[in-house]
């Protein structure tokens, strides 16, 4: 029988307009369902959730087949899963945990990832794996693009510092012997943009108003296609287990339509099982090997994070492959989704991939004096 673990996990989400008033409700169902096998008590709560003044919190479990809505003692580890996609639900986040680390001391159980130039110039501090790294600056005027492009061939590609799932992500296209610039991506609605302007500072001037006030940072143009010209990449998905050690849980292709920019599921990508597919790409050998790279590198970045960053539990690591076989490392990210593996029949990593934080929170838990 499962020792019970002391201590409550909470799973911190957005709130949401709906039958339930809070988001990945399926997510936080299976998540519940697992802890109670586990002899764990997991309960959802939102950021409104925690009242000032209150030692108590409103949040919701499920359990004998429904959602059932009571008030919880405050949670011993926070699993955020919040994402913050503005201001004003950042703000409240901030707010609702300062309101709770004053009732009840708590712990994460992960850490965010303070932006991908951080996050970039983190990975630059482990020797091992800078040469899988794009070369990467913080855009910061028009000017400066401007020399980028004349330094990289012509070619920048931009994404957001804080962005997901492919949004407001930028390639530009402007050799130095021509005055126009073109330019392909996506918008804020994660739809195409792609745009011509007859005079490169028109483009820059564009390009600068597009960014407005948000961190991007500037990266080299990878040419990360298949053999028929579809944007992929590939996705490992890191966690912690039940004995608080990393392992890889699962990898998947992703792969986006041709004559867009990006692969995210989210953007209208599909996902495939990865190694059969780099074989298929690249040959059975050189596919092997690719994946084999993968592999060892998903193995070193957590690491190398967590000595930057603090204590992390899960992270999903996104690499290209250029039509050389190079390996590329893109981005990391610490509140990954998991939905590839269903949706590539992997039931094995499916499961692992929701077991992993339940049974790293209970290791914790188990763990404390």
Request: proline residues 5%; hydrophobic residues 35%.
């Amino acid at each position: 029988m499962n020792k019970r673990a002391r201590g409550m996990l909470g799973i911190l989400v957005r709130e949401a307009d709906g039958i339930l008033p809070f988001s990945e409700a399926d997510f936080c169902r299976r998540l519940c369902l697992i802890g109670q096998r586990r002899g764990m008590k997991v309960y959802v709560f939102t950021p409104s959730s925690v009242s000032a003044g209150q030692s108590s919190i409103r949040g919701f479990c499920f359990e004998n087949g429904s959602w059932q809505q009571r008030m919880y003692a405050p949670p011993d580890i926070v699993y955020d899963r919040c994402f913050s996609y503005d201001r004003r639900t950042l703000h409240r986040k901030h707010i609702a945990m300062k309101r709770l680390a004053g009732v009840h001391q708590f712990s994460y159980l992960t850490r965010g990832l303070s932006g991908k130039w951080n996050v970039h110039r983190a990975l630059l501090g482990c020797p091992e794996l800078v040469p899988y790294l794009p070369d990467t600056l913080p855009y910061r005027t028009e000017s400066q693009l401007e020399l980028w492009l004349d330094s990289h061939q012509g070619e920048a590609f931009l994404k957001p510092q804080h962005g997901t799932h492919g949004k407001r992500t930028l390639h530009i296209i402007s050799p130095s012997s021509s005055e126009k610039l073109l330019l392909t991506g996506r918008d804020g609605q994660n739809q195409i943009l792609h745009r011509q302007f007859h005079s490169r500072q028109e483009g820059l001037n564009w390009i600068h108003s597009f960014i407005a006030n948000r961190p991007y940072i500037m990266q080299a143009y990878l040419e990360l296609v298949t053999s028929g010209k579809e944007p992929f990449d590939i996705r490992a998905l890191m966690q912690k287990n039940a004995q608080g050690c990393w392992e890889l849980t699962g990898m998947a292709a992703r792969i986006g339509a041709k004559e867009t920019l990006t692969s995210n599921l989210h953007g209208g990508g599909v996902p495939r099982e990865a190694e059969s597919f780099l074989r298929s790409e690249f040959g059975i050998g050189p596919g092997s090997r690719i994946a084999d790279t993968v592999r060892e590198l998903s193995g070193k970045i957590p690491v190398c994070l967590e000595s930057r960053f603090g204590r992390l539990a899960e992270l999903g690591i996104d690499f290209g492959v250029d039509r050389s076989g190079k390996v590329w490392v893109l981005e990391t990210n610490s509140k990954p989704g998991r939905s590839s593996f269903f949706r590539i029949g992997d039931a094995v990593s499916a499961r692992k991939s929701f077991e992993n934080p339940i049974l790293y929170a209970r290791y914790l838990l188990l763990s404390k004096p």
